[in-house]
C-alpha cells in the first residue's frame, strides 16, 4: 500500500471518528434533562401571608385599597411565582427550546419574586401608629444626621416615583454596612448585599383608589401607619446577618 493510500485511509478513519463524535454529542444534548419540579428550587409552594392587621383601622387608607393590594397585587405574584417554577422545569428538559425562551421565563420568575417579598415587607410594616422607635431609629439618625434628614429624603424618593412605578425601599448593606434609601424603578431593582428594611409601593395600585394623582398625601398617611416595630426586627436581623 502507498503512502498516499495510507493518508487517505487515515484522513478518512479521522472524519469518521470525528462524525461519530458529533453524533454523540448531538444525541447527549436532545437527551431530555429530568424536569425536578419536586425539588426547593423549581417547587411552587409560596403561601400567601395574611395581613397582620385589620385593614378598617389604618388611618387614611381604605379597607377597600388595602384589600384591593392585598388580594389583587400581592397574592396574584405569589401565584404567578408558584405556576412558573414548575414551568421552569419543563423548559429546562426541553433542550430543543430557543434560549431565549428559558431567558424570558427566568425573567418573570425574578419580577415576580422582587413583588413577593417587596410586598411582604411593605405590609408588614404597615399597622403600628408611625412613632419610630428602637434600634434603627438610632442607626437611621447615625446615618442621615437626622431622623428628619432620612425622612426629608425617603419621601423625595418615593415622590420621584410618583408618575409611574416602582418602590421606595429602607436597606441596610451587608457588604458597606450601611443604611441607604434606594430608588426601585421596578421589583427587579435593587442594590447589590442590600437587605430591604422598609419598602413604600408607589406603583398607582397602591394608592389611586383612594387618592388619584395625589402621591404625596398616599405618602403622609402611609407615614402615619407605620409599624416600626416590624422595621426594627429586620434591621436586628440584617445586623446578625452581616456580623455571622
Not at 168 to 185: D, F, G, K, M, P
Amino acid at each position: 500500500m502507498t503512502i498516499d493510500n495510507l493518508s487517505r485511509r487515515s484522513a478518512i478513519a479521522t472524519l469518521g471518528i470525528g462524525a461519530a463524535a458529533m453524533t454523540i454529542n448531538e444525541a447527549s444534548a436532545r437527551t431530555p434533562v429530568a424536569a425536578p419540579s419536586t425539588v426547593p428550587a423549581f417547587a411552587g409552594n409560596h403561601q400567601i401571608k395574611p395581613l397582620k392587621f385589620d385593614p378598617a383601622r389604618l388611618e387614611g387608607l381604605s379597607e377597600r385599597l388595602i384589600t384591593s393590594h392585598h388580594e389583587n397585587n400581592y397574592a396574584g405574584s405569589v401565584k404567578t411565582l408558584n405556576a412558573l417554577r414548575p414551568r421552569l422545569a419543563a423548559a429546562l428538559a426541553d433542550t430543543e427550546a430557543p434560549p431565549a425562551i428559558y431567558g424570558g421565563l427566568k425573567r418573570e420568575e425574578l419580577h415576580r419574586t422582587g413583588s413577593v417579598v417587596l410586598h411582604e415587607i411593605y405590609f408588614d410594616g404597615l399597622g403600628g401608629d408611625g412613632r419610630a422607635a428602637g434600634s434603627v431609629r438610632d442607626a437611621i439618625d447615625a446615618a442621615f444626621g437626622s431622623f428628619a434628614t432620612w425622612e426629608a429624603e425617603f419621601r423625595r424618593t418615593g415622590m420621584s416615583l410618583a408618575g409611574g412605578s416602582g418602590w421606595t425601599i429602607l436597606a441596610y448593606n451587608v457588604h458597606t454596612r450601611s443604611l441607604n434609601n434606594h430608588w426601585a424603578w421596578d421589583h427587579m431593582h435593587g442594590a447589590a448585599a442590600g437587605i430591604p428594611l422598609l419598602a413604600l409601593d408607589m406603583y398607582e395600585h397602591s394608592f389611586h383608589m383612594d387618592y388619584g394623582t395625589q402621591a404625596a398625601r398616599y405618602i403622609d398617611a402611609w407615614f402615619k401607619n407605620l409599624d416600626w416595630e416590624a422595621t426594627d426586627r429586620r434591621y436586628a436581623q440584617a445586623i446578625a446577618t452581616a456580623s455571622a
